[in-house]
């Protein structure tokens, strides 16, 4: 059974720092592009951040762009989401996406049920 599971969002002051984790089983994971999702009530959901099945080629969403760098661990088929410096605006829900396409970017097969991130003082 495909899963992705995310984990480690929560209530963070503007300026503090999260790590973001998706964990993934049931499928083979290091052959698939990984991506990192968010959305907020009212908003368009937005690519974040994506990483090639090897890690060779990564891409940061200009919003996010030298606070947010994304990472994978194959062995441990999870991929990473750390956030610095965070601000209000980065509140939204958080989740991950497995497509076999790097260029694919809202086309996944897999996708998990997020993970809450709010940035407020």
């Known amino acids: 059974q495909v899963q992705l599971v995310e984990s480690g969002g929560g209530l963070v002051k503007p300026g503090g720092s999260l790590r973001l984790s998706c964990a993934a089983s049931?499928?083979?994971?290091?052959?698939?592009?990984m991506y990192w999702y968010r959305q907020a009530p009212g908003k368009e959901r937005e690519l974040v951040a994506k990483?090639?099945?090897?890690?060779?080629?990564?891409y940061h969403a200009d919003s996010v762009k030298g606070r947010f760098t994304i990472s994978r661990d194959n062995a441990m088929t999870t991929v990473y989401l750390q956030m610095n410096n965070l601000k209000p605006d980065d509140t939204a829900l958080y989740y991950c996406?497995?497509?076999?396409?790097?260029?694919?970017?809202?086309?996944?097969?897999?996708w998990g049920q997020g993970t809450q991130v709010t940035v407020s003082s």
């Open positions: 996406g497995a497509g076999r396409f790097y260029s694919g970017d809202f086309d996944y097969d897999y």
């Open positions: 049931g499928f083979t994971f290091r052959i698939y592009t």
């Open positions: 990483i090639s099945d090897t890690g060779g080629a990564t």
